[in-house]
């Protein structure tokens, strides 16, 4: 039986999130990674403690620890391949999970918890979710990084159907908990010519 609710989970967990892990994985990326957290870590104060939720092998994790030296980051993946090298990028914890079922593995909350990439893959149905996940998560930041629409669309991924979906993301979290201010946002551009990022938009949003 399987243990995973949603077939986004599946999807993830099993053979194409393995696939995944070598189009995760080049220096390129690395340098546009540095580009990119250091960008939002500038507009940041006192982060001690870094949680990303569907880390893949931690490429934004090595990004973070070069930044954030002094720091500890903490990461949450789905697919056990991915988590192997996960687990020695990490300076705290590596969690293997769905994010759906984290929370009751971890009792303690982080100054930063973010998201790059993944909540275009959850199921709709389960988004409140994940959101109350971040939320509880989160002492005093939450960033998602992601595919931006002002209203929910859902697209084809590589011939895929029912695993790409896009919409206001952070504007969902600013309507559901209205502690959360936007601090701060911007766009990377794939085809930059310096540091390309796959046209993801970010969302710097902190606890008041």
């Known amino acids: 039986m399987n243990k995973h609710k949603t077939e986004q989970e ?4 099993g053979r194409f999130g393995n696939d995944y892990i070598s189009r995760n994985d080049s220096k390129k990326l690395i340098a546009a990674n540095l580009n990119f957290f ?12 870094i949680l990303e939720l569907g880390a893949n092998i931690g490429m934004n994790i090595m990004a973070i620890n070069n930044l954030l030296s002094n720091s500890k980051t903490y990461a949450v993946e789905i ?6 090298h996960l687990k020695s990028v990490c300076t705290g914890d590596a969690y293997l999970s769905s994010i ?7 009792d303690n ?6 998201t790059k990439g993944v909540l275009i893959h959850i199921n709709s149905d389960e988004l409140q979710k994940v959101y109350e996940v971040m939320y509880k998560l989160s002492k005093k930041y939450i960033c998602v990084a992601e595919y931006y629409n002002p209203s929910p669309m859902t697209l084809e991924y590589r011939g895929e159907k029912n695993k790409l979906f896009k919409r206001d993301f952070a504007g969902e979290l600013l309507d559901k908990y209205k502690d959360l201010e936007l601090i701060d946002y911007g766009f990377k551009y794939r085809r930059d010519n310096n540091y390309p990022q796959d046209d993801i938009t970010w969302f710097l949003l902190k606890k008041t």
């Open 79 to 84: 697919n056990s391949k991915a988590f192997e």
């Open 10 to 13: 599946m999807f993830w967990a």
């Open 38 to 49: 250091d960008e939002i870590f500038n507009r940041t104060t006192n982060v001690r403690t």
């Open 100 to 106: 759906l079922d984290i929370e009751a593995k971890i």
């Open 109 to 114: 909350q982080f100054d930063f918890v973010f």
